[in-house]
């Protein structure tokens, strides 16, 4: 049967998901290979299985639980600034996990802001090594995820059903069991297994707030068997558990999840006519400024407590800014040659089989991917040689499902519009990809770029295992100056990180939509 | 001479049949109900639909597999007929290089095919920055340096007001004088015919009938067509 004649080929986005599928099952079956599963899990495996799933409940739990309330104040109220906050809960996704917990401790840790004005109250401090802070972390990167997420919910309520259920007199309880109760059991699932999927493969929080046999994630005890014990066949048999793990939390995710929460037209304020009592407003102005705080608080300590180190950091730190960098500018063009010819291979119509290499990197965890890459290479060349290309692919790898999810309907718009139009002028090929799908793309181009940019510049997975003591990306030397308990030194190379990430973030976002072309 | 022999166009599972042909440097109006299969037809000329039964030729060469933009053909879309990311000189010297890659002479021809629709002076801007009535005389600029021998119009002037309707139609009829290229077009509208095609070409069921001529078609329109006229 003919094909739709299409102005573009399929064949390299098709080669490019080969590649993927290649890299991650090739990872994944070293790591199935080498697993000695006739060991069996020790008493201190089946604990890190039990934390890891203890803490990814907790965190989906408290995360979503939070976000209803957020979600809700936000959804049905308008104030200046609400843009802002709506925007900031999208930082997040861009911000380092180690800047992140930095701030966090200097709130919420045994010397922190909160500790201090307990201590001035006569209370002892808190304690935040354990589960309670790994949750804490989580609940901090996972509430504004959760929050956007049932917030589109609420926003996809179409206002007509508010203003029916306004005329017909529905006071708030009616108008909650009419329209919010259904709402949220349609979209709460989905945020929940979107959390409890991301919390499962937690690595940087727990290396920073967790580890001891209590508190250890499989992530964890994987880089613990590859680095101290240097034990292959343990870390691949976690390796296979975290396989089972997080691809059965990424199926039930997918599958509950409708919507990624990236989407648009979340800064539009429903006209509502319920909720107008004094009681609700002030429910929903305390809820609103409560999370503000909860957000902005650990951002402000960062760049209160980094500012006046960083006129003075250590020639390590900039040394390690400048591998982060060139691991985030490597990252990012491998990213882009693999995201945008599977975008336009899916724009062709071969949606299929690119679309399902693109999620791979969904089930696969950065470590379990590194491991398997780690025994790939380990009898070819030293891996540790090649700790920061290794670590710019797999970042690359894993910013992918994002990254397509950012260039496919944009990609597939395109040709749909303008498809025919450049048949029918003969530019089919290469011109039409460089005047046509390239310049139309830009600004999803850019945005998906600066999220690339960002989140290898921020990572702190892959470089722990594979790096050694003279080469560290800037996260990692954040992370070895908080163990030599420099943290002063610590935060103010955060702070850098934290800019540096931002600005590659902006600059390449600002790069796709300038001179925008309607 | 268009033939279409014994042909069967298929688009999605909507199939329209075809056997007829057209004269070169004729106008020809196709006109029928809605869903009948007049765009389907357009859409085989061009390409962009396969022949599954049957042949396409034009002057005796058969172009029923001819990638769209080998044929000998210019088409004009409902709509977006310009990139908008691309001035009016870019696109319009896309019907001459697929790459803009153009010469100093290309770029004159570009120039006059600019001038020749009334668009002096506005090379540079983007069809954002153009009323309707300019983007269709962009889009006819284009046409004009193409130079294909047959131009095909799936209705690229609906959304036009009558009197501008009537401006483009009567630039079309100028251009394909100049040119000498064959007219198809597509139209809801027998006053559309009756200005610019000198033949008729009606589509309904599925089925695209032999041209007729325009006025004695439409002052005696046979029973399907009349149904449509109403």
């Known amino acids: 049967m003919a094909r739709r004649a299409q102005p573009l080929g399929a064949a390299p986005g098709l080669g490019a998901a080969a590649f993927v599928a290649a890299l991650i099952l090739g990872a994944l079956a070293a790591v199935a290979l080498r697993a ?50 709506i925007a900031l809960m ?196 305390g809820v609103i400024a409560l999370a503000a705080v909860f957000l902005i608080l650990p951002l402000a300590a960062i760049v209160s407590a980094g500012a006046p180190a960083l006129v003075a950091l250590p020639a390590s730190v900039w040394r390690a800014a400048l591998f982060s960098g060139g691991v985030a500018v490597v990252s990012t063009c491998l990213l882009l040659a693999l995201a945008l010819p599977m975008a336009a291979a899916v724009a062709a119509g071969r949606r299929a089989g690119v679309e399902l290499a693109g999620l ?97 510049m921020g990572d702190l997975g892959v470089i722990a295992l594979f790096a050694d003591a003279e080469q560290a990306t800037l996260p990692l030397q954040i992370y070895r100056l908080m163990g030599a308990y420099r943290m002063q030194a610590a935060s103010g190379a955060a702070l850098l990180l934290l800019l540096l990430s931002v600005a590659a973030f902006w600059i390449l976002d600002r790069g796709g939509r300038g001179h925008a072309e309607i | 001479m268009l033939r279409f022999e014994d042909v069967t166009i298929r688009n999605g599972a909507f199939t329209v049949t075809a056997d007829l042909a057209i004269e070169a440097g004729r106008r020809v109006a196709v006109i029928g109900p809605s869903g009948a299969g007049k765009s389907t037809l357009i859409e085989a000329i ?62 004159d021809r570009v120039a006059r095919a600019i001038d020749r629709v009334g668009l002096t002076g506005m090379e540079g801007r983007r069809p954002a920055a153009l009323s309707g009535g300019q983007q269709s005389r962009a889009a006819l600029a284009r046409v004009l340096v193409q130079a294909r021998p047959l131009l095909l119009l799936d209705e690229p002037f609906a959304a036009l007001g009558p009197a501008l309707k009537a401006d483009m139609l009567d630039l079309v009829a100028g251009l394909v004088r100049e040119t000498g290229a064959t007219l198809l077009m597509v139209s809801h509208d027998p006053g559309d015919a009756r200005r610019i095609a000198d033949q008729v070409i009606v589509v309904e069921g599925g089925r695209a009938h032999p041209p007729g001529d325009t006025a004695a078609l439409l002052d005696d329109p046979p029973p399907a067509l009349r149904d449509y006229l109403g």
């Not at chain 1, 976000?67 to 959804?75: F, G, M, S």
């Not at chain 1, 059965?248 to 599958?255: G, Q, S, T």
């Not at chain 1, 040709?415 to 310049?439: N, T």
């Open chain 1, 360 to 456: 791979l990197g969904l089930a696969a965890s950065p470590l379990v991917i590194g491991t398997g890459l780690f025994i790939v290479l380990y009898p070819l060349a030293d891996p540790f040689a090649l700790a920061l290309p290794v670590t710019a692919l797999v970042n690359a790898l894993m910013a992918l499902p994002f990254a397509l999810r950012i260039l496919v309907p944009r990609a597939v718009q395109v040709v749909d519009r303008y498809g025919r139009l450049g048949l029918a002028l003969d530019m089919a090929g290469w011109p039409f990809v460089r005047r046509v799908l390239l310049a139309r793309m830009r600004p999803q181009i850019g945005f998906a770029a600066g999220l690339a940019a960002a989140l290898s």
């Open chain 2, 46 to 107: 061009a390409g962009f639909l396969p022949v599954i039964a049957g042949r396409i030729t034009w002057k005796g060469r058969d172009i029923s597999h001819t990638p769209p933009g080998k044929r000998p053909v210019a088409m004009l879309f409902q709509d977006g007929n310009l990139f908008p990311h691309l001035s009016v000189a870019q696109n319009v010297g896309l019907g001459l290089r697929p790459d803009l890659r153009l010469d100093a002479g290309q770029k």
């Open chain 1, 90 to 285: 999208g930082a997040p996704f861009i911000l380092p996990v180690i800047v992140a917990v930095l701030g966090l401790l200097a709130v919420f840790g045994r010397t922190g802001w909160v500790s201090t004005a307990l201590g001035w109250a006569g209370l002892p401090p808190l304690q935040i090594y354990g589960l309670h802070g790994v949750v804490l972390a989580h609940v901090f990167f996972n509430l504004p995820l959760a929050t956007r997420l049932i917030l589109q919910g609420w926003q996809e309520i179409p206002a007509e059903r508010f203003r029916l259920a306004a005329h017909l007199g529905a006071g708030p309880g009616a108008m909650r069991r009419l329209l919010e109760y259904p709402m949220l059991m349609r979209v709460a699932p989905g945020a929940l297994a979107v959390v409890f999927a991301i919390c499962l493969t937690s690595f940087a929080v727990a290396l920073t707030l967790g580890g001891g046999p209590r508190a250890t994630t499989i992530e964890l005890a994987i880089y613990q068997a590859f680095r101290f014990d240097f034990d292959l066949g343990r870390a691949a048999l976690l390796s296979c558990i975290q396989i089972a793990l997080t691809g059965l939390a990424a199926l039930a995710a997918l599958r509950a999840a409708r919507t990624e929460g990236a989407g648009g037209g979340l800064d539009r304020a429903l006209r509502r006519w319920d909720a107008q009592g004094r009681a609700a407003k002030l429910l929903d102005a």
């Open chain 1, 36 to 85: 000695e599963a006739g060991r069996g899990l020790g008493p201190s495996d089946w604990a890190a299985v039990r934390f890891t799933l203890v803490q990814a409940a907790l965190s989906a739990g408290f995360s979503v639980a939070l976000a209803v309330p957020v979600a809700r104040a936000l959804a049905r109220r308008r104030f200046s600034g609400r843009r802002a906050l």
